[in-house]
Structure formats: structure tokens, C-alpha cells
């Protein structure tokens, strides 16, 4: 019988790499694949644990220290599982949980190295992370407790209410429309009753921004491989039209500021760097990466339409 840990599929091998898109039109899965495929080892340079994420400050970090904010967010979004609470008697047996869009498992891998009792499955499409976190597990002593498959989160084949939490990392922003609805259902059929869902993203808080944010997110989203940003409305609904409760948004804005003020010292360096390296000639996704990195510090300082949260809820029916 499969479990969490023997997904009850196996994946075509179909994978292809399309141009990037230029024309305008909207983004695809295919897009962002190709995107993340190119760009994999260029996150290296923002973590060398592959944290592909804003950090979490708190009083006692050093805010000139990145690295140790990135793990203080994977370490906030394991508090905010509340796993103890939902699984009372789970410190006597092994609990799974669920990293949608892992990138290459950092925040997976920070929480099973604090919990011997966690063992974790990571979903991605790009399997160039799985390489990267297969040999980053190794490294941390934690490959027996880690899964990695390669699959598209919004239909992972994983059996249903097996999962005693999950959580989106700024990766539910890549599934499609403004509602993130196949992520969310997807979330909610993996999901046991009483576990949770995390996701820590950003939000659109209204559907028509001011004209310089509206811009601001299109060249943000184009350049990242975004289709678009949830907006804030839009994803509540999905949640509650999925059976979740307790649904909760903390702006996580000043948090995230610290580590989000490392971006123009380290971008302007990184592309100074690469440009030499490559005699000036960069890949479109490689050149999009660089300018969103512009844009996403940019974008955190329209208030009215912009936010940095973390939104947690609950699996009815415990």
C-alpha cells in the first residue's frame, strides 16, 4: 500500500525546454521550469545552503548575517505547523510533512534536522534540484529522512490525508491565477484533518494596484516566472472553498526587511561578476533573474498593494 513516502506514480521523462518567453504572452509551467532549470546554481550565490527565500529577522540575529535569517525563516514556518498541537501523541511515532515547490529542500531539511522525528517529502518540477538537494541531505546527515520528487504540486500523486503538515515556501505564487486554487486543493487533499498548511509569499492585497505597482509586478513576475501574485482576497476564499479554517495572514514586512536589504550590494556584484565571467553576455533567464531581484525590493515599497506574509490554516475536520 503506497504511503507518503512511495508516491503511487511514476513520472513521464517528457520534459523539454522551450525558448524564453519574450512575446508577452502569459507565463507558463513550461516557462518557469526552463527558468529555474537555467538559474539553479546562481541561487547559490544568495545562500550556499540553497535557501531560495527572504530571511525571518528576530532580536538576537545579526541583520548583516544572511544565511542565519533564511534558516531562522525555514525554522518560523515549523513553529507555525504547530505539530505537537495538532498530533498530540506524534513524539511517539514518525511524522511526515510536505514541502510544495522545495526548490532544493532547504527549509525540508532545517526542519528534520532539528526533529529526529520528522521525515519529510519535497515536490519539484525541476529536476536539477533534486540533484542539488539529494547531495545537500547527504551533507547534513538527513538523506534517510528526505524524499524528493519530481512533480508538478498542484497533482503530486501522493496518496491523500497522509501529511500532518505542508507548507509553500514563495513557491505558491508560481501556480496559476490570482486564487492559487489548484495548489490550495491540492494542499488540502494531502493534508490529514486538524494539520496545516504554511505559506509564506507574496501578496497582492487588491486586484487593480496603482499603475507604477501594476508595472512593477508584471516586470517582477515576468522576470521570475511568475503567472502572478495571489491576491490576498482571492486565496482566503480558495482556502475556506477547500475546507481549510483558522485562516490567518501575518505580514511578515519588517521580517523580511533586513534580509531583503542584502539584494542591491549582492545583485549589482553577482551581475558585475557573471558579466565578466561570460565576456558580457548573460542568458534572457539569467539577465530576468538579476532584474527581479531589482524588482522585488522595489515592489516592498508599494504598501497599498503589496505585502510579504505568512498565512496559516487549518484542515477541517479534527
Request: net charge positive; proline share 5%.
Amino acid at each position: 500500500m503506497p504511503t507518503v513516502f512511495q508516491p503511487d506514480f511514476r513520472m513521464p521523462s517528457t520534459a523539454t525546454h522551450a525558448p524564453v518567453n519574450t512575446t508577452g504572452a502569459p507565463i507558463t509551467a513550461e516557462d518557469t521550469q526552463d527558468y529555474f532549470t537555467e538559474v539553479a546554481v546562481d541561487y547559490s550565490a544568495w545562500s550556499p545552503s540553497y535557501n531560495m527565500h527572504f530571511g525571518f529577522w528576530r532580536a538576537g540575529l545579526n541583520p548583516l548575517r544572511r544565511e542565519g535569517m533564511l534558516v531562522e525563516m525555514n525554522r518560523a514556518v515549523g513553529r507555525a505547523l504547530r505539530l505537537d498541537e495538532s498530533q498530540p501523541t506524534a513524539g511517539r511515532r514518525r511524522r511526515c510533512v510536505i514541502d510544495m515547490g522545495c526548490g532544493a529542500g532547504a527549509t525540508a531539511r532545517t526542519l528534520v534536522g532539528d526533529d529526529a522525528s520528522l521525515y519529510a517529502v519535497t515536490v519539484t518540477n525541476v529536476p536539477v534540484q533534486n540533484r542539488i538537494a539529494a547531495r545537500l541531505d547527504a551533507a547534513a546527515g538527513v538523506a534517510d529522512r528526505m524524499a524528493h520528487i519530481e512533480a508538478d504540486y498542484t497533482r503530486t500523486g501522493l496518496p491523500a490525508a497522509q501529511a500532518d503538515g505542508a507548507w509553500a515556501v514563495e513557491s505558491a505564487c508560481y501556480a496559476e491565477g490570482t486564487a492559487k486554487a489548484d495548489f490550495v486543493r491540492e494542499a488540502a487533499r494531502l493534508l490529514k484533518p486538524g494539520a496545516r498548511l504554511v505559506v509564506v509569499d507574496g501578496f497582492l492585497l487588491r486586484k487593480n494596484p496603482g499603475r507604477i505597482a501594476a508595472w512593477l509586478h508584471r516586470l517582477w513576475a515576468d522576470s521570475w516566472a511568475v503567472p502572478t501574485l495571489a491576491v490576498r482576497d482571492d486565496f482566503t476564499a480558495a482556502l475556506r472553498d477547500n475546507g481549510f479554517e483558522d485562516i490567518e495572514f501575518k505580514s511578515l514586512r519588517w521580517r523580511v526587511a533586513p534580509s531583503a536589504l542584502h539584494i542591491p550590494v549582492l545583485a549589482t556584484r553577482f551581475t558585475l561578476a557573471e558579466l565578466w565571467k561570460a565576456r558580457g553576455r548573460l542568458s534572457p533567464w539569467r539577465r530576468k533573474h538579476i532584474v527581479a531581484s531589482y524588482c522585488a525590493l522595489a515592489l516592498g515599497m508599494f504598501w497599498r498593494d503589496f505585502d510579504y506574509c505568512m498565512v496559516t490554516a487549518r484542515r477541517a475536520g479534527c
